[in-house]
């Protein structure tokens, strides 16, 4: 209590970032010993020097809630912070510089933590064992949830067993294998060990790339359908470690940087998909766990005529009546909501009053008048210090006192709103109003448990609860419509009281909103169910004629949010998990799947990344419990997730998701994915991953080299003008590559010589000879082998089916044609370009020039006679070679032996048109070899050959082209004419 004529005390606080900035920089400069009472000198006098250069901001409960530190009084200093002792000076340097380098307090590793709650009524649990045992199937949850710590149930005086029904324990923890998400990115200290995410472009997506990864290894670590619910946690616990994880790095972003504004926006984002893990945990637990539930008429039976008190009363609602028990659940996963934001800086309030003593200031000043002191304040305030003075007596406190009861309010408020009745409680007690502590006290319902037997030895219980609690919330209703109250305070007291009209006015965002509207709706259900089943010895007050006003459903609800006067709230109705929360709650399964699916099917606004993947996991855990109808939508959000899988790049996690559709469309994406795959390690990885996932390989690479060979392939055709060689571009390296994903199972040889084919009829017909030549190599030899070995391993004979003899013969046919335009190639070579140059002697020259001549001239001829000579085997192995693809054997060149059950129209026709290009163009080329080697007869022979009908090749031959085929005879049949023989070859007699 403060001391006559004695200046009430104070905690002076300014700022955090500057004291942190202070404390940071002493312990860099300080060459010496850590002396934590020379470093409090130093800070409080740059404290002092900063108060007097200007004045600072008020704190408010936004800042305080967003985590911002009080500001320093200009009226008052704190003597007894001056005064602390060494112990407390290091932990609260400590402490600081904890908070300067993100590593949790010792205040908050130790902070009080209270259960998760049914705030205004909570119901038993059921009997352990029982088909629908709620509270043994709720367990802790994970991470920073709120945890139950001893005697914390029992503070408040709540009956036995009250709090293990509720959202605290309603998703269990099961930790993932091996390290966490944040030991595994090691950010233990982002400061010193983690730089690098600071400076990506984009630290929030760089930072929050693993929950891919770490979502799958969830998933595979809980495989079975009894392990859903372990499995919504993890999800929850990954999220949990992300959102500690950027919360870090913003805290060490420099203001104005862009790339920090998508930081946040992951943020928020990951923040959402934690709240919703866990909403979807709880409620769906408690759903299925109901649908076990036995008949509940022999319950309610049970229990007639039996004396039961408020408490038996609500549990026994609560047992039975499954929409007010999910929608306490809401309650309680909003009040964690809250309670996660609120735990880090609700004691910030308290730095502005070092004594349990209420409205300080006023009592300093009202001594001091006493005394006959001047008090320096000419205002009037209050005469007397009772609670109701300022009421009744219409007379202000003193400015400090007003802003702390303001300030005392707005946390009150926010505890209350967190489910913290109990640290509100607490609070108002330090701050010296005890008395308010206390009218938060009888909302408890009333039990008597010694009604029904005495304990051990005939002891007696204490009776719990409010006997009179209908009195009580008629006065909490009338306190919360008093217009001289202020606005948290008058919340306060709605919230207790199930008045919704004086409560919205404190409620700011979207869950603000859904927990003031659900708080009123159970609290209006229990209220019924009291006054029809009560048994008390009197009748209970009735409530204010107000409180029955407006009866609300809980599709009501959410239409009065979409309604919401206030635009925010409205906005955020609207917001992606907004809308998957609100379904969820209804139960509405299907218009969950019909929004999801829309939102991957616009191309204006397509989702996040992170919003498919949760979207993903979510129509997953919806298969897993029985809950999915619209099968087509589900498969569409999954392929949504598998195309940002591959367009993120995560090459490790596409099978398994594959696996989810159905088979067709496994084989349609694992093709897709494999199409952008170039490394041949990585391709070999990748089908290895396939075949553990159980996908279809042989169809899958089938299907790969089917769509990268038809890529931006037009139609079929061929162009006889284009020159004799094309060259290859990196598009026809691409289809090159792409037969490797056929060769590396022996079992698919036979059909990589089909893809093969197809790929090198493709570039015959472009006259792309090289590009055609190296498709070929990539079949291995021995592969005609290797496909008889298979076949006869699977049936026994050796009669391969239609399809791979066709495909064989169609291969034996290409190498013939390239072995025969490679020795062409060769031929040229040699007849142009390596024929010897006949030495020259000038005029003049001199006898020893003479010598030296004849000897180069010696040279030459036999230079001449060697080239001949390999000319000669030349000539004779192409035109060889060329024969081969014009008398190719059973049929022709490019002509099936066999023909199948259902013909390939399109093959047919491409095979057509190679040997209208390709049949023409070698008996040119066969014309120019022999005719260049003076084999003039054999050229005529030729035209015997076309012409014969045994193997049809003049039909190939276009007009022109035999046209120009008889001109290139003409030449013949005059040389030989030149060499007095007839037009035929025949000498003449």
Same mark, same amino acid.
């Given at each position: 209590m403060a001391v006559r004529g004695r200046p009430p005390l104070r905690s002076s606080m300014e700022t955090g970032d500057n004291t942190i900035k202070d404390i940071w920089q002493y312990s860099h400069n300080a060459g010496q010993e850590f002396d934590p009472d020379g470093m409090n000198q130093v800070v409080d006098w740059k404290r002092t020097v900063r108060k007097e250069t200007g004045p600072h901001d008020r704190f408010s409960l936004g800042s305080s809630l967003m985590g911002e530190s009080p500001v320093v009084r200009d009226e008052v200093q704190s003597r007894t912070f001056k005064r602390k002792s060494t112990n407390f000076s290091i932990q609260k340097s400590i402490q600081l510089l904890d908070e300067a380098v993100g590593t949790p307090t010792p205040l908050l590793r130790s902070a009080k933590k209270t259960p998760l709650k049914h705030s205004t009524y909570m119901p038993r649990p059921f009997p352990s064992g029982s088909k629908f045992d709620v509270s043994s199937t709720l367990g802790a949850t994970p991470g920073r949830s709120m945890m139950v710590s001893p005697g914390s149930m029992t503070n408040l005086s709540m009956p036995s067993g009250f709090g293990e029904n509720t959202l605290n324990s309603s998703v269990p923890f099961t930790p993932l294998r091996g390290p966490s998400a944040l030991e595994a990115l090691g950010v233990g200290d982002v400061t010193t060990t983690n730089v690098a995410l600071l400076l990506e472009e984009d630290p929030g997506l760089t930072a929050s790339s693993g929950l891919y990864g770490d979502f799958l290894q969830a998933l595979k670590a809980h495989p079975s359908e009894h392990q859903v619910f372990d499995l919504v946690a993890s999800y929850t616990t990954l999220c949990t470690d992300q959102v500690t994880l950027l919360k870090k790095l913003l805290n060490r972003a420099t203001p104005g940087q862009n790339k920090f504004s998508k930081t946040l926006g992951v943020l928020n984002l990951l923040d959402q998909e934690k709240n919703t893990w866990t909403l979807l945990g709880s409620l769906y637990k408690d759903r299925l766990e109901t649908e076990l539930k036995g008949d509940e008429e022999a319950m309610m039976v049970d229990q007639l005529g039996k004396h039961q008190s408020e408490k038996q009363i609500i549990s026994s609602l609560y047992d039975r009546d499954e929409t007010t028990r999910q929608c306490q659940l809401v309650i309680d996963w909003l009040e964690r909501i809250a309670a996660e934001e609120l735990e880090n800086y609700y004691d910030k309030v308290e730095f502005f009053s070092d004594q349990s003593v209420a409205w300080e200031n006023t009592l300093h000043t009202l001594q001091n008048r006493s005394a006959g002191m001047p008090s320096g304040l000419e205002r009037p305030v209050v005469t007397e210090m009772d609670p109701d003075a300022p009421i009744r007596q219409r007379r202000p406190l003193a400015d400090l006192d007003r802003e702390d009861e303001v300030r005392l309010l707005k946390y009150m408020f926010a505890y209350v709103r967190a489910g913290q009745l109990d640290e509100a409680q607490r609070l108002c007690a330090k701050c010296g109003q005890a008395w308010r502590a206390a009218t938060l006290e009888g909302w408890r319902l009333h039990h008597d448990p010694n009604y029904d037997n005495l304990g051990p030895g005939g002891e007696v219980a204490p009776i719990e609860g409010n006997p009179y609690r209908d009195v009580w919330k008629t006065v909490c209703w009338r306190m919360a419509q008093e217009e001289h109250f202020q606005l948290y305070e008058r919340a306060t007291y709605a919230a207790l009281s199930g008045n919704l009209r004086e409560l919205l006015p404190a409620c700011e965002t979207w869950e603000d909103y859904l927990w003031a509207y659900m708080k009123i709706m159970v609290d209006m259900r229990v209220e019924?169910? %009291?006054?029809?089943?009560? $048994? /008390?010895?009197?009748?209970?007050?009735?409530?204010? +004629?107000?409180?029955?006003?407006?009866?609300? $459903?809980?599709?009501?609800?959410?239409?009065? %949010?979409?309604?919401?006067? *206030?635009?925010?709230?409205? /906005?955020?109705?609207?917001?992606?998990?907004?809308?998957?929360? @609100?379904?969820?709650? #209804?139960?509405?399964?299907?218009?969950?799947?019909?929004?999801?699916?829309?939102?991957?099917?616009?191309? *204006?606004?397509?989702?996040?990344?992170?919003?498919?993947?949760? =979207?993903?996991?979510?129509?997953?855990?919806?298969?897993?419990?029985?809950?999915?109808?619209?099968?087509?939508?589900?498969? /569409?959000?999954?392929?949504?997730?598998?195309?940002?899988?591959? !367009?993120?790049?995560?090459?490790? #996690?596409?099978? $398994?998701?594959?696996?989810?559709?159905?088979?067709?469309?496994?084989?349609?994406?694992? +093709?897709?994915?494999? !199409?952008?795959?170039?490394?041949?390690?990585?391709?070999?990885?990748?089908?290895?991953? +396939? !075949?553990?996932?159980?996908?279809?390989?042989?169809?899958?690479?089938?299907?790969?080299?089917?769509?990268? &060979?038809?890529?931006?392939?037009?139609?079929?055709?061929?162009?006889?003008?284009?020159?004799?060689?094309?060259?290859?571009?990196? !598009?026809?390296?691409? @289809?090159?590559?792409?037969?490797?994903? %056929?060769?590396?199972?022996?079992?698919? &040889?036979?059909?990589? =010589?089909?893809? /093969?084919?197809?790929?090198?009829?493709?570039?015959?017909? =472009?006259?792309?000879?090289?590009?055609? &030549?190296?498709?070929?190599? @990539?079949?291995?030899?021995?592969s005609i082998d290797v496909i008889y070995k298979n076949w006869q391993m699977q049936t026994g004979t050796s009669a391969l089916p239609v399809e791979d003899d066709n495909a064989i013969r169609e291969y034996l046919c290409i190498q013939a044609y390239l072995d025969a335009h490679d020795s062409f190639n060769d031929w040229f070579e040699h007849y142009h370009n390596s024929k010897p140059t006949k030495p020259a002697l000038h005029q003049g020259a001199s006898f020893t020039e003479k010598i030296a001549f004849e000897h180069r001239e010696r040279q030459y001829e036999t230079e001449v006679g060697r080239w001949n000579h390999t000319l000669m085997l030349q000539t004779k192995t192409t035109v060889d070679r060329i024969y081969n693809v014009l008398l190719f054997v059973d049929g022709g060149w490019m002509v099936d032996q066999r023909e199948e059950s259902q013909t390939d129209e399109s093959r047919s026709h491409q095979m057509a048109l190679l040997r209208q290009l390709c049949l023409p163009t070698m008996c040119f080329l066969l014309h120019t070899v022999l005719h260049k080697t003076t084999q003039y007869k054999e050229c005529l022979q030729l035209a015997d050959i076309i012409a014969s009908d045994q193997h049809g090749l003049y039909r190939v031959f276009r007009k022109d082209e035999l046209q120009k085929l008889l001109q290139l005879m003409r030449d013949s049949s005059i040389a030989l004419l030149d060499k007095n023989m007839d037009p035929l070859g025949y000498d003449i007699k």
């Amino acid at each position: 209590m403060a001391v006559r004529g004695r200046p009430p005390l104070r905690s002076s606080m300014e700022t955090g970032d500057n004291t942190i900035k202070d404390i940071w920089q002493y312990s860099h400069n300080a060459g010496q010993e850590f002396d934590p009472d020379g470093m409090n000198q130093v800070v409080d006098w740059k404290r002092t020097v900063r108060k007097e250069t200007g004045p600072h901001d008020r704190f408010s409960l936004g800042s305080s809630l967003m985590g911002e530190s009080p500001v320093v009084r200009d009226e008052v200093q704190s003597r007894t912070f001056k005064r602390k002792s060494t112990n407390f000076s290091i932990q609260k340097s400590i402490q600081l510089l904890d908070e300067a380098v993100g590593t949790p307090t010792p205040l908050l590793r130790s902070a009080k933590k209270t259960p998760l709650k049914h705030s205004t009524y909570m119901p038993r649990p059921f009997p352990s064992g029982s088909k629908f045992d709620v509270s043994s199937t709720l367990g802790a949850t994970p991470g920073r949830s709120m945890m139950v710590s001893p005697g914390s149930m029992t503070n408040l005086s709540m009956p036995s067993g009250f709090g293990e029904n509720t959202l605290n324990s309603s998703v269990p923890f099961t930790p993932l294998r091996g390290p966490s998400a944040l030991e595994a990115l090691g950010v233990g200290d982002v400061t010193t060990t983690n730089v690098a995410l600071l400076l990506e472009e984009d630290p929030g997506l760089t930072a929050s790339s693993g929950l891919y990864g770490d979502f799958l290894q969830a998933l595979k670590a809980h495989p079975s359908e009894h392990q859903v619910f372990d499995l919504v946690a993890s999800y929850t616990t990954l999220c949990t470690d992300q959102v500690t994880l950027l919360k870090k790095l913003l805290n060490r972003a420099t203001p104005g940087q862009n790339k920090f504004s998508k930081t946040l926006g992951v943020l928020n984002l990951l923040d959402q998909e934690k709240n919703t893990w866990t909403l979807l945990g709880s409620l769906y637990k408690d759903r299925l766990e109901t649908e076990l539930k036995g008949d509940e008429e022999a319950m309610m039976v049970d229990q007639l005529g039996k004396h039961q008190s408020e408490k038996q009363i609500i549990s026994s609602l609560y047992d039975r009546d499954e929409t007010t028990r999910q929608c306490q659940l809401v309650i309680d996963w909003l009040e964690r909501i809250a309670a996660e934001e609120l735990e880090n800086y609700y004691d910030k309030v308290e730095f502005f009053s070092d004594q349990s003593v209420a409205w300080e200031n006023t009592l300093h000043t009202l001594q001091n008048r006493s005394a006959g002191m001047p008090s320096g304040l000419e205002r009037p305030v209050v005469t007397e210090m009772d609670p109701d003075a300022p009421i009744r007596q219409r007379r202000p406190l003193a400015d400090l006192d007003r802003e702390d009861e303001v300030r005392l309010l707005k946390y009150m408020f926010a505890y209350v709103r967190a489910g913290q009745l109990d640290e509100a409680q607490r609070l108002c007690a330090k701050c010296g109003q005890a008395w308010r502590a206390a009218t938060l006290e009888g909302w408890r319902l009333h039990h008597d448990p010694n009604y029904d037997n005495l304990g051990p030895g005939g002891e007696v219980a204490p009776i719990e609860g409010n006997p009179y609690r209908d009195v009580w919330k008629t006065v909490c209703w009338r306190m919360a419509q008093e217009e001289h109250f202020q606005l948290y305070e008058r919340a306060t007291y709605a919230a207790l009281s199930g008045n919704l009209r004086e409560l919205l006015p404190a409620c700011e965002t979207w869950e603000d909103y859904l927990w003031a509207y659900m708080k009123i709706m159970v609290d209006m259900r229990v209220e019924q169910e %009291l006054r029809v089943s009560s $048994t /008390a010895d009197r009748a209970l007050s009735e409530l204010p +004629a107000g409180y029955w006003d407006r009866v609300f $459903t809980t599709e009501a609800v959410f239409q009065e %949010l979409q309604a919401s006067a *206030n635009e925010s709230v409205q /906005a955020e109705a609207k917001e992606h998990f907004h809308l998957i929360q @609100k379904y969820l709650i #209804l139960g509405d399964v299907d218009v969950v799947v019909d929004e999801m699916y829309e939102w991957t099917k616009n191309a *204006n606004s397509r989702p996040p990344h992170h919003l498919v993947r949760f =979207m993903a996991h979510l129509v997953l855990f919806l298969r897993t419990i029985g809950r999915c109808t619209k099968d087509e939508l589900c498969v /569409a959000i999954l392929e949504a997730y598998v195309h940002d899988l591959i !367009e993120e790049k995560h090459t490790h #996690l596409v099978a $398994t998701y594959v696996v989810a559709l159905p088979q067709d469309l496994q084989v349609e994406w694992y +093709a897709r994915f494999l !199409e952008g795959i170039h490394d041949r390690e990585a391709r070999q990885g990748c089908l290895e991953l +396939a !075949e553990q996932a159980g996908l279809d390989i042989p169809r899958i690479t089938k299907l790969v080299v089917e769509n990268i &060979r038809t890529k931006d392939a037009g139609e079929f055709s061929i162009d006889t003008d284009a020159a004799l060689e094309a060259a290859t571009s990196e !598009e026809d390296r691409y @289809k090159i590559e792409a037969i490797d994903w %056929l060769v590396f199972d022996p079992s698919q &040889r036979g059909e990589a =010589m089909r893809q /093969a084919n197809a790929v090198m009829r493709t570039f015959l017909a =472009m006259k792309k000879h090289s590009a055609a &030549r190296e498709v070929f190599n @990539k079949i291995p030899p021995g592969s005609i082998d290797v496909i008889y070995k298979n076949w006869q391993m699977q049936t026994g004979t050796s009669a391969l089916p239609v399809e791979d003899d066709n495909a064989i013969r169609e291969y034996l046919c290409i190498q013939a044609y390239l072995d025969a335009h490679d020795s062409f190639n060769d031929w040229f070579e040699h007849y142009h370009n390596s024929k010897p140059t006949k030495p020259a002697l000038h005029q003049g020259a001199s006898f020893t020039e003479k010598i030296a001549f004849e000897h180069r001239e010696r040279q030459y001829e036999t230079e001449v006679g060697r080239w001949n000579h390999t000319l000669m085997l030349q000539t004779k192995t192409t035109v060889d070679r060329i024969y081969n693809v014009l008398l190719f054997v059973d049929g022709g060149w490019m002509v099936d032996q066999r023909e199948e059950s259902q013909t390939d129209e399109s093959r047919s026709h491409q095979m057509a048109l190679l040997r209208q290009l390709c049949l023409p163009t070698m008996c040119f080329l066969l014309h120019t070899v022999l005719h260049k080697t003076t084999q003039y007869k054999e050229c005529l022979q030729l035209a015997d050959i076309i012409a014969s009908d045994q193997h049809g090749l003049y039909r190939v031959f276009r007009k022109d082209e035999l046209q120009k085929l008889l001109q290139l005879m003409r030449d013949s049949s005059i040389a030989l004419l030149d060499k007095n023989m007839d037009p035929l070859g025949y000498d003449i007699k």
